[in-house]
């Protein structure tokens, strides 16, 4: 019976001595003639040694105050996530199913990596029934698709701004020619079964079909430069590229010339087909960049045709050949498998374009904050004021080099979701979207202010009046 009062007394022993050690630490100390070394003599158990503790309640109100006062002016259809390490600091409608557009990629890019790995690569293949004999392959070559949705040629790549991981397809050409092939008997032969043959997702509207604004280019498992058969040698606009009817067959064709190029003999103009069972003779191979490269390349520069391709990807996963409702099936699976909170979340096509996406602001945080793969998509975003769809936001500001984000842009749509490093080196992710018809002026420029009010974060009381005391001995 004794032990609890015993116990009792220390505490409040304690407790006293700790208001005495702080009462007499919070005495300004006595100027002295000469500046002594000084020594910290503030208890432990005292709330001078918790600055941050102390300072975080404060900087959560007047961010959640400052945001409050920017989101006032958002159409009723937005929402707002921004969030710590998982820690919800402030949301607004986070729960709120909206229409993404491309911060749908976002989601596709966790979808990818989750499945098929950050490391996982896409393998084009020249293939034929004979070997090689004296450098002459009798009868005809397959060039069979694996899907890779970067495999271009330098004069297509040097167009961007942004440097970007990219499948050469020329070195696949050098690898043929260097392997002793001289010539062909027959015809090169462009195999796309690795997806179906439907050219862009069903549910789009008419105008983001191939042939009319030109998103995406034509979807294929060959698709060589986005499956364009003329570009713009210096506008990237996609609407002003020429996409190819054929896109197995233009990718047959341009493999013939770029080899006949190189002084290789074919005797039979290139088509499509599919290659024979029996076509088991391996000539050349031409592995992609690792998927984590592509998912970069697809961020950074809002790629719809890079997203569309890899959602093909990920119906060939589980139900080849690939089709975009299968991919959009398996990237609903892997973010729940991830364990992220699927309420409200529609998945309909892979880059953002279809009207019929739903997700959350509150899911775009999370899978910034990824334990596994966050990181991989951060690095792949845009950077403020420096680089692909953010190259000319926030310019000049405080978020210029601190935010890396991907936007989304469609006629009612506009949307926002990143990082932030702030000025005291925190790390916050954010979402903001907004659904309105018509989509008012002023809202991009609100969504900037978000990102903006967090740059500053924590803001409190100075930390001064909270560290432990110096005083002399």
């Known amino acids: 019976m004794l032990l609890p009062v015993l116990l009792s007394s220390a505490l409040l022993a304690a407790t006293w001595q700790v208001r005495s050690s702080d009462a007499a630490a919070d005495r300004p100390p006595q100027p002295p003639m000469s500046p002594p070394a000084a020594s910290l003599v503030t208890p432990l158990i005292s709330v001078r040694r918790i600055p941050l503790f102390l300072q975080a309640p404060e900087a959560d109100r007047r961010l959640v105050a400052d945001l409050r006062d920017v989101v006032s002016g958002l159409p009723d259809s937005s929402c707002v996530a921004v969030s710590e390490f998982g820690r919800l600091i402030y949301g607004f409608n986070e729960m709120s199913p909206l229409i993404p557009a ?24 020249v293939v034929s029934r004979m070997p090689p004999l004296n450098g002459v392959v009798d009868g005809d070559v397959w060039l069979v698709g694996g ?63 191939p042939g009319q604004q030109n998103q995406a280019g034509p979807l294929s498992a060959l698709s060589v430069n986005d499956g364009f058969s003329w570009w713009h040698a210096t506008n990237t606009a996609n609407g002003l590229n020429t996409p190819a009817g054929d896109p197995a067959a233009f990718a047959a064709a341009f493999f013939d010339d770029l080899l006949e190029d190189r002084d290789m003999v074919i005797r039979r103009s290139a088509q499509a087909g599919v290659a024979p069972l029996d076509a088991a003779v391996e000539l ?20 719809n045709t890079t997203a569309e391709l890899l959602l093909k990807n990920l119906g060939a996963t589980v139900s080849p050949p690939g089709s975009s409702a299968a991919g959009a099936s398996v990237v609903l699976t892997a973010l729940g498998a991830a364990g992220h909170d699927l309420s409200g979340v529609e998945a309909a096509d892979g880059s953002g374009l279809d009207p019929a996406n739903r997700v959350t602001c509150r899911i775009l945080t999370a899978v910034l904050e990824d334990a596994e793969h966050g990181p991989d998509l951060v690095s792949g975003l845009a950077v403020a004021g420096r680089s692909g769809t953010m190259r000319r936001r926030l310019v000049g500001s405080s978020a210029e080099g601190r935010a890396r984000a991907k936007t989304g842009t469609l006629r009612d749509v506009t949307s926002l979701a990143g990082q932030v490093e702030t000025l005291e080196g925190r790390t916050l992710s954010f979402a903001v979207l907004t659904n309105a018809e018509p989509l008012p002026d002023r809202v991009k420029r609100l969504h900037d202010q978000v990102v903006l009010k967090l740059v500053a974060y924590p803001s409190g009381p100075d930390l001064d009046l909270l560290v432990p005391l110096p005083v002399p001995d």
């Open 284 to 303: 050349a191979t031409i592995d992609s960049p690792p998927l984590a490269d592509i998912v970069t390349q697809m961020l950074v520069t809002s790629d």
């Open 102 to 125: 491309s911060t749908q990629k976002l989601l596709l890019g966790l979808a990818a990596l989750e499945t098929m790995g950050a490391d996982h690569v896409f393998t084009t293949r």
């Open 147 to 209: 899907g890779d949705p970067v495999l271009m040629t330098d004069d297509y790549v040097d167009r961007f701004d942004d440097e970007m991981a990219f499948t050469n397809m020329e070195r696949l050409a050098d690898e043929l020619v260097g392997a002793g092939v001289s010539s062909i008997a027959g015809a090169v032969i462009g195999d796309e079964s690795l997806f179906d043959s439907l050219r862009y997702v069903e549910s789009w509207p008419e105008r983001f079909r």
